[in-house]
């Protein structure tokens, strides 16, 4: 079983920036990739970044491409999400999640349903 916990959401003004941060407790193995979503108000959860555990590598959904920044920390179990130039159409809750299977293609870890386990959210609110 494994457990994920986030923090570091808040308010903060369109432009600036914020850390998102994961607790994942329990067994995560080197298959795992740990991805965040997000959901806006009256709009369904989407996609914004994944990593692999084991080798790091990436992918952003495009509407946040050049401004977010996910990385992890294997030996703390931690993953973060480093949110810069923040914009109002940013504003949702985040959720960090963890996938277990080992996809071949690091951009097929877009699809929510895949992913095994979630954690309850951070709120995060951009203001123009």
């Known amino acids: 079983q494994v457990q994920l916990v986030e923090s570091g959401g808040g308010l903060v003004q369109a432009g600036g920036s914020l850390r998102l941060s994961c607790a994942a407790s329990?067994?995560?193995?080197?298959?795992?990739?740990m991805g965040w979503f997000r959901q806006a108000a009256g709009k369904e959860r989407e996609f914004v970044a994944v990593i692999r555990w084991s080798g790091g590598s990436t992918y952003y959904a495009d509407s946040v491409k050049g401004r977010f920044t996910i990385s992890r920390d294997n030996a703390k179990k931690m993953v973060y999400l480093q949110m810069n130039s923040l914009k109002p159409e940013d504003t949702a809750i985040y959720y960090c999640?963890?996938?277990?299977?080992?996809?071949?293609?690091?951009?097929?870890?877009?699809?929510?349903?895949?992913?095994?386990?979630w954690g309850q959210g951070t709120q995060v609110t951009v203001s123009s």
């Open positions: 329990g067994r995560i193995f080197s298959t795992f990739a």
């Open positions: 999640a963890a996938d277990s299977s080992h996809l071949l293609r690091i951009s097929d870890y877009v699809w929510e349903k895949g992913y095994d386990y």
